[in-house]
C-alpha cells in the first residue's frame, strides 16, 4: 500500500504490517483513503482529530446552505379586504425570506359550489406578487381546498430584469427625444 504521512508527504510503497508498525512507533492511526487506488493510499493522521474537522466542515456547509422550505397560506372564499391585505403581507414577508408559498383557499359547507370564486382570489392574489414571485403549480383541488404554489424570484433575476426594464425605458426615451 502506498502511505503518506501526516505533513502530506508520500513515504513509499511497503507491506501492510510494516505500515501499521510504523503508526504506532508515531503514535497516529493508519487510515485507508483510497482503497479503489492501485495500489491503495494510507494516510497517517490522528483519527479522532479528523472525525473532528469532518463534522466541523459538514456543520459549516449545513449554516451556509439555504432550506427551501413550502410555507402555506390560507384563505377563506368570502375573506374581507383588510383581512386580504394582511395575508398579503404575510406572503411578501415569506417571499422575502426566501420560501415557497403555498395558497390555499378553504372551502365549508355550501361554499364548494362557487370555485370560481377560490379561483378568482387565488389569481388576485398571484398578480399582486408577480414581480416578486412566479406561480410553480397551476389552481389544483385537494378535497375541499383549492391551492396553488409560488416561489420566489431570485433576487438575482430579478435585479436583471430591472435592469433591462431601465434601458428599455432609456432606449425609448432616446427614440422619443430624436
Not at 122 to 148: C, H, Q
Amino acid at each position: 500500500m502506498l502511505v503518506i504521512d501526516e505533513q502530506g508527504e508520500q513515504l513509499g510503497t511497503m507491506p501492510t504490517l510494516q505500515a501499521v508498525q510504523l503508526a504506532q512507533e508515531r503514535g497516529l492511526d493508519l487510515v485507508e483513503v483510497a482503497p479503489a487506488a492501485q495500489p491503495p493510499v494510507c494516510r497517517l493522521l490522528d483519527y479522532g482529530k479528523f472525525r473532528y474537522i469532518q463534522t466541523k466542515k459538514e456543520r459549516e456547509g449545513r449554516k451556509t446552505q439555504k432550506v427551501n422550505l413550502l410555507r402555506e397560506v390560507r384563505f377563506r372564499p368570502r375573506i374581507g379586504e383588510h383581512d386580504m391585505a394582511a395575508k398579503r403581507r404575510i406572503v411578501k414577508k415569506l417571499l422575502d425570506e426566501g420560501s415557497k408559498v403555498k395558497l390555499t383557499v378553504m372551502f365549508r359547507g355550501r361554499e364548494i359550489t362557487h370555485q370560481d370564486l377560490g379561483v378568482e382570489l387565488l389569481r388576485k392574489t398571484a398578480e399582486a406578487f408577480k414581480d416578486e414571485a412566479k406561480l410553480e403549480k397551476a389552481p389544483t383541488m385537494e378535497g375541499r381546498r383549492l391551492s396553488i404554489v409560488i416561489s420566489p424570484i431570485s433576487q438575482q433575476r430579478a435585479k436583471v430584469e430591472k435592469e433591462q426594464d431601465a434601458k428599455a425605458v432609456k432606449e425609448q426615451e432616446a427614440v422619443a427625444n430624436a
